[in-house]
């Protein structure tokens, strides 16, 4: 009798201790906490706040704007979501199955008084299979926040590109301005000259109706504009009928100096996937070594049996279950985590080499868009003398001055070319703060392009509706002696540039640079 009591006592005590340590569950960490940590290190600065940002009427800079996207993007809302759903699975893996009681009754045959029959159990496979259901829920929590980063990162370089291209419209449209008013400077002197007599109907009509399609060009520009406007706003969680204030130009150019190879050195650091898929290696060779050591032991129970016997007495003892690991020796699972192994490693080699070449097409975009500002700061240089110079022959009565506005008209053009290529350069900028898995600290400016010439000839300070060319005394003007050919040539160049006006906007600003270049050659 003693030794059935101790040997109660022992199994209740061991079942106890079981319960307790199952029972007992590390405290769980705060992943959201942990992804603003990891962001703010890739991104410093940014914050995911839950509450969403002031906005104030001061003009926003695109760290602003990253934070507001941070802050009250219903994307990055649906992102987290998914990272809580993910520590949700983490902090189930840490329960194991209640414990089962059953209860039965057994009627003798010949009569008599029912006979109660109880039994308590608790599973314990999910006890023993606890390391390994947690290392599987780690390595899923791990996988979305590596989504989550890797998300979050894509998202902010397309803020970053609505956020260039907004302002970009705008300064296009402020270049396009300027275009209408050398227009409406030029249709206004056909218009004195023809009313002089001097200038035919159908040439009149010609500048005439090319004003017109200039004003279509700005209408364009504006809805271009518009909507480049509504898309950033969109991407910061924001609705049509909020408001923010843009800068009215890009950044000046900057000057920094990037090589290829410290750029690869710091994404293979820094990103995020090339880390975590590192991570997914060690997890998969410890999740080998723990299948290994358990070798099909896993399946057991243990639990207490109570049975009252038809003469009234009471049976009470532990009892306990287990699987024999003789067919079963978790061969299939070993082979997987070999399969999965070989899949990540070469997750891995792949995920380098688009690191490699993101990174080259980046700076390969960069350096094109500095030399074409280089060659459109030189041609604007050049635009500038020649409109000193045409308005210098122009006063003396020695050059046209419809060449003088063709050439003005020319000069604006390269400003919507120089404008482009400000716009390209920070876009691919972007780009490869998303290939390094991080953000490229602010440079100094090296070029300020307001010092360049499309930014001195300042045409919004000259008032053209103003300019009223039919007081001009044409009567005293010798047009005999002037070279019409050069107004012929005018005329010419306008109609190729009236033909460019029906292209897209994109089209018309790569095709008339190239065409402009020609004719000055």
């Known amino acids: ?88 699975q983490r902090l189930q893996t840490e329960l194991i199955s209640n414990p089962h009681l059953s209860i039965g009754a057994l009627k003798p045959e010949d009569g008599g008084r029912w006979q109660l029959d109880v039994g308590l159990s608790q599973p314990l496979l999910e006890l023993f299979t606890r390391p390994l259901r947690r290392q599987l829920a780690e390595d899923n929590l791990l996988s979305v926040q590596l989504r989550l980063q890797s998300r979050l990162q894509t998202l902010i370089a397309q803020t970053g590109d609505a956020y260039y291209s907004a302002i970009a419209a705008r300064q296009h449209l402020q270049v396009q301005q300027q275009m209408l008013d050398a227009t409406l400077a030029r249709q206004q002197l056909a218009n004195s000259l023809y009313r002089a007599g001097n200038m035919s109907e159908n040439s009149f009509l010609y500048y005439d109706n090319e004003l017109r399609r200039v004003q279509q060009q700005v209408k364009k520009r504006k809805r271009n504009a518009h909507e480049q406007y509504l898309t950033l706003l969109n991407m910061l969680g924001m609705n049509s009928h909020q408001a923010i204030t843009l800068p009215d130009q890009l950044p000046v150019l900057p000057t920094e100096k990037l090589t290829h190879a410290d750029l690869l050195k710091q994404a293979q650091n820094d990103r995020l996937d090339i880390k975590i898929t590192t991570q997914q290696l060690a997890q998969l060779e410890n999740r080998r070594s723990l299948i290994r050591k358990e070798n099909g032991w ?139 898995g991080r953000a490229l600290p602010v440079p100094p400016p090296a070029v300020d392009h307001n010092k360049m010439g499309h930014d001195k000839m300042d045409h919004r300070k000259m008032d053209h509706s103003k300019m009223d060319h039919s007081k001009m005394d044409h009567s005293k003007m010798d047009h005999s002696k002037m070279d019409h050919s050069t107004h012929q040539q005018a005329d010419d160049h306008s109609a190729h540039q009236l033909h460019e006006d029906d292209m897209p906007t994109e089209s018309v600003d790569k095709t008339t640079s190239e065409h402009e270049e020609h004719n000055h050659d």
Request: glycine content about 4%; hydrophobic content about 40%.
């Open 1 to 88: 009798m003693n030794s059935t009591n101790l040997l109660l006592r022992s199994g209740l005590l061991f079942c106890v201790s079981l319960l307790l340590s199952a029972c007992t569950t590390t405290p769980t960490q705060n992943s959201v906490a942990l992804a603003t940590e990891q962001l703010s290190q890739t991104h410093p600065g940014a914050s995911l706040s839950s509450v969403p940002a002031h906005i104030d009427d001061n003009t926003i800079d695109l760290k602003s704007a990253i934070q507001l996207l941070l802050s009250q993007s219903p994307q990055v809302r649906i992102e987290m979501a998914q990272l809580g759903i993910a520590d949700a």
């Open 298 to 436: 896993r399946d057991m129970s243990i639990g207490i049996n109570a049975e009252r016997e038809f003469d009234g007495a009471t049976n009470v003892g532990p009892e306990i279950e287990f699987a024999l690991p003789i067919f079963n020796r978790n061969q299939g699972k070993l082979a997987a985590i070999d399969a999965q192994t070989t899949k990540t490693q070469a997750q891995l080699a792949q995920a380098l080499l688009d690191v490699d070449t993101e990174i080259a097409q980046a700076l390969n975009q960069m350096q094109l868009a500095r030399e074409q500002l280089d060659l459109i700061s030189a041609s604007l240089q050049v635009a500038e003398k020649r409109v000193t110079l045409s308005n210098r022959e122009v006063n003396f009565m020695l050059g046209s001055p419809f060449e003088l506005l063709n050439i003005k008209r020319q000069q604006i053009q390269l400003a919507h070319d120089y404008t482009s290529e400000l716009k390209n350069y920070w876009q691919a900028r972007t780009q490869l703060e998303l290939a390094i």
